[in-house]
C-alpha cells in the first residue's frame, strides 16, 4: 500500500515565479529557502508522485457548471494556460490508476467528487510544483476546489474530505511513496477594493493552528467570517483538507512572509510522513 | 440583462486571449450576449467599478484587469472609486 511520506502546505502567488525578483530579498529567500527544503525532503524520501490540491479559478470551470470538488483523470495534464507565468507548457504525466482509485474510494467514503478529463494546471498548481520538480517530469494527479463562489463546502467539510482523500491514498497498491501538496491561500484580496491588502494576524493566527495541530478554533468558522481576511482566503481550504489528511498532526511552519509586491500572505507548512509521524 | 451573461462575456473574452497567446490581442465582442446598453458600455470602455458593482465574481473582474496590463494592486483605486466597499467585521483572530 501506498505511504504518504510527506506532505506540504505552500501559497501559489502568481508572482512567485512571474517576478520573483518583485519581492524584498529577505522575503524571497525565506519563502523559496522553505520550498528548497521541501524538494530536498521529497527527494530524500524518494516521492514516485503527488496528489496536489488547489483552488479552481475559471481555468477549468466556469458558473455553468461548477464542482466543488473535482479530480483529473488523465495520463497528462497541459499546464500553465497562463503565458505570462514564467512557467514552460508541458504536459505534465500524471499516475491515472492513482486518479481513478482516489475517485472510487472518495465515493465509497461519501464524497462526490466531478470526474474531469483534460484538465488544465494553472498557476495554483504550476507556481509550487515548478519549485517541487524543474523537470515537470514527476507525475502529479491533480485535484481542483471551489474555494471562491458560494455556496461553498464548509471548513469542516474540506477536512472531511481530506480524511477521505488520506484515507484513498494509503489504500492504493499501485505505488509505495506518495506525497500530498496543497496550494493556495494564506491571505489575499482580488477583484474588489482591498486588493493588495494581507491579514497578517489571520496568517499567522492559523499557522498557529496548523503548527499546534488543534483545528477547533478554526473548523466551524463561518465562510463570511473567513472572508473578512480576504476573498481569496478562502484557498485555504486546501491547506485544511491537507491537515485532516495527515490526521491532525502538528505541522512545521517553514515560512511566512507577507509579500505585498505579490498581493500575498506566503507561506509553507511541512508534514512529516506516515511512519515518521508514527514513530514519534 | 443578467450578471450572468455580463461574467459569460468576460469570461469568453479572457479564453479568446488565452488562444491568441502572443498573437494579436482580440477585442472584446458582445454580440451574442444579452447585455443592456450600460452592460455594453461597462465592458466594453472598459468601466472597471461599474462592472464590479454589478457584482462581477473578483476572479473574473482579477483576470481581466490582469489582461488589460493592470499589475500586483494597481487596480485598486478603480474599484475603491465603484462606490461599493464592503463593510469589515469584526473577527475571532484580531486581537
Known amino acids: 500500500m501506498a505511504e504518504i511520506v510527506m506532505a506540504y502546505s505552500a501559497s501559489h502567488a502568481p508572482m512567485m515565479t512571474a517576478d520573483p525578483g518583485s519581492a524584498p530579498r529577505e522575503q524571497a529567500d525565506n519563502f523559496f529557502g522553505a520550498l528548497e527544503k521541501v524538494r530536498d525532503t521529497a527527494k530524500e524520501k524518494g516521492v514516485q508522485a503527488i496528489v496536489m490540491i488547489t483552488g479552481e479559478h ?7 457548471g461548477l464542482p466543488q470538488i ?22 505534465v504525466p500524471s499516475d491515472p490508476g492513482l ?5 472510487a474510494k472518495l465515493v465509497e467514503q461519501g464524497q462526490q467528487p466531478a470526474l474531469s478529463y483534460g484538465m488544465k494546471l494553472d498557476h495554483g498548481f504550476m507556481t509550487v510544483y515548478y519549485w517541487l520538480d524543474n523537470t515537470m517530469d514527476l507525475p502529479m494527479v491533480p485535484i481542483v476546489l471551489n474555494c471562491t463562489t458560494p455556496p461553498l463546502m464548509t471548513v469542516r467539510q474540506f477536512h472531511e474530505f481530506g480524511r477521505a482523500l488520506g484515507n484513498a491514498i494509503r489504500s492504493y497498491d499501485g505505488l509505495e511513496r506518495v506525497a500530498l501538496v496543497a496550494g493556495g491561500g494564506l491571505s489575499h484580496f482580488v477583484g474588489e477594493p482591498r486588493v493588495g491588502d494581507i491579514d497578517e494576524e489571520f496568517d499567522t ?18 465562510n463570511d467570517e473567513l472572508m473578512e481576511a480576504g476573498n481569496g482566503t478562502g484557498e485555504i481550504r486546501s491547506w485544511i483538507a491537507l491537515a485532516g ?5 502538528p505541522g512545521e511552519v517553514l515560512s511566512y512572509v507577507p509579500v505585498y509586491e505579490w498581493i500575498n500572505g506566503m507561506g509553507v507548512v511541512l508534514y512529516k510522513g506516515d511512519k515518521e509521524a508514527a514513530a514519534v | 440583462m443578467t450578471l450572468y451573461m455580463v461574467q459569460r462575456c468576460l469570461f469568453d473574452h479572457l479564453r ?17 450576449y444579452d447585455l443592456t446598453p450600460e452592460e455594453v458600455r461597462a465592458v466594453s470602455e472598459p468601466d472597471i467599478g461599474a462592472i464590479y458593482a454589478m457584482g462581477t465574481h473578483p476572479v473574473i473582474i482579477n ?10 494592486a494597481d487596480y485598486r483605486t478603480l474599484l475603491e472609486n465603484s462606490g461599493v466597499v ?7 483572530w484580531q486581537k
Not at chain 1, 99 to 103: G, K, M, N, P, V
Not at chain 1, 245 to 249: F, I, L, S, Y
Not at chain 2, 86 to 92: F, G
Open chain 1, 99 to 103: 486518479a481513478a482509485h482516489i475517485t
Open chain 1, 70 to 91: 473535482a479530480v483529473g483523470l488523465d495520463d497528462a495534464h497541459l499546464g500553465p494556460p497562463e503565458v505570462w507565468l514564467q512557467v514552460p507548457k508541458k504536459m
Open chain 1, 205 to 222: 493566527w492559523l499557522l498557529d493552528i496548523l503548527a499546534k495541530g488543534d483545528l477547533s478554533d478554526i473548523i466551524d468558522i463561518p
Open chain 2, 16 to 32: 479568446r486571449l488565452e488562444a491568441a497567446g502572443d498573437g494579436p490581442k482580440p477585442t472584446i465582442v458582445t454580440e451574442g
Open chain 1, 245 to 249: 489528511a495527515m490526521n491532525d498532526a
Open chain 1, 58 to 64: 475559471f481555468t477549468n470551470f466556469f458558473l455553468d
Open chain 2, 86 to 92: 464592503p463593510e469589515r467585521k469584526k473577527t475571532r
Open chain 2, 63 to 72: 483576470g481581466f484587469c490582469r489582461a488589460l496590463g493592470y499589475k500586483r
